[in-house]
């Protein structure tokens, strides 16, 4: 059974930096997109990034792009989110989420499998 872990959630003053990460277990197939969705309170959740399968390209929303990077270390089975220039709208619980597939897309219902999530806070 895939299984997703996230940690490296916290608190950060705006500007800071966190990186979160997301340990992949149970996967035996070809390919596994991964996406970082976010869900602040009293919204709906939200795609940030993903990261394909089959060739490790990303994809960013545009309320994230320039600041946070996805990245992935297959040795590792883990998939990274930097979070730099933290701003308090950034605030919000951060799910990642797994697909078996090739090309990734930030699109909430693509995603079968998720983790419990981890808290980000952005505040002075």
């Known amino acids: 059974q895939l299984q997703l872990v996230e940690s490296g959630g916290g608190l950060v003053q705006p500007g800071g930096s966190l990186r979160l990460s997301c340990a992949v277990s149970g996967f035996t197939r070809n390919y596994l997109n991964i996406a970082w969705f976010r869900q602040a309170p009293g919204k709906e959740r939200e795609g940030v990034s993903c990261i394909s399968g089959s060739d490790g390209r990303t994809f960013y929303a545009d309320s994230v792009k320039g600041r946070f990077t996805i990245s992935r270390d297959n040795a590792k089975s883990t998939v990274y989110l930097q979070m730099n220039s933290l701003k308090p709208e950034d605030t919000a619980v951060y799910y990642c989420?797994?697909?078996?597939?090739?090309?990734?897309?930030?699109?909430?219902?693509?995603?079968?499998?998720w983790g419990q999530g981890t808290q980000v806070t952005v505040s002075s």
């Open positions: 989420a797994a697909d078996p597939g090739a090309m990734c897309v930030i699109l909430l219902y693509e995603y079968d499998y």
